[in-house]
């Protein structure tokens, strides 16, 4: 059975301070509740949160648009990576994230590991679009070039 619940703090994949939202019962119950993240939805608690919530809703703007300038910088970074080929062109070893962020770092900007979205290394030569998610509604796209070691 779901309830609704008027949330006191951010939840990620809920939503922000001052969010009526429907969980289930349980969550609400042995979870939001204890922690204080949330509670029964009444006037009083809206009026309570509504101040709080426009703080918040200024924040997530102002992050928001730092992390569309921080995608246009990253969209005008040039990654170019050089490996060791065999005969066949294939690579010894792989690319992965943290040669990504040394390269990027070389080039005057420093991210976190986490907001990069390779599911896989990269085992082969050429050009590839890489995600880096830099807010939950701003994805920028680094293009990494993969070449051969002279």
């Not at 060791?84 to 010894?92: A, H, P, Q, S």
Request: overall charge negative.
């Amino acid at each position: 059975m779901a309830i609704e619940v008027l949330l006191m703090d951010q939840v990620e994949g809920l939503g922000i301070e001052g969010d009526v939202v429907k969980v289930a019962d349980g969550y609400a119950r042995n979870f939001l509740f204890p922690k204080g993240i949330a509670t029964e939805v009444t006037e009083g608690k809206k009026r309570q949160i509504e101040k709080k919530r426009a703080q918040r809703l200024v924040q997530l703007e102002t992050e928001k648009a730092a992390a569309e300038e921080l995608a246009k910088k990253i969209e005008g970074i040039e990654c170019t990576i050089a490996v060791k080929v065999g005969e066949n062109g294939k690579l010894f070893g792989s690319v992965g994230i943290p040669q990504i962020l040394e390269k990027i770092k070389e080039q005057g900007l420093e991210l976190d590991r986490a907001k990069v979205d390779l599911s896989t290394p990269l085992h082969e030569l050429g050009v590839f679009d890489v995600a880096i998610k830099l807010h939950s509604e701003v994805t920028g796209t680094l293009k990494v070039w993969i070449v051969e070691e002279k």
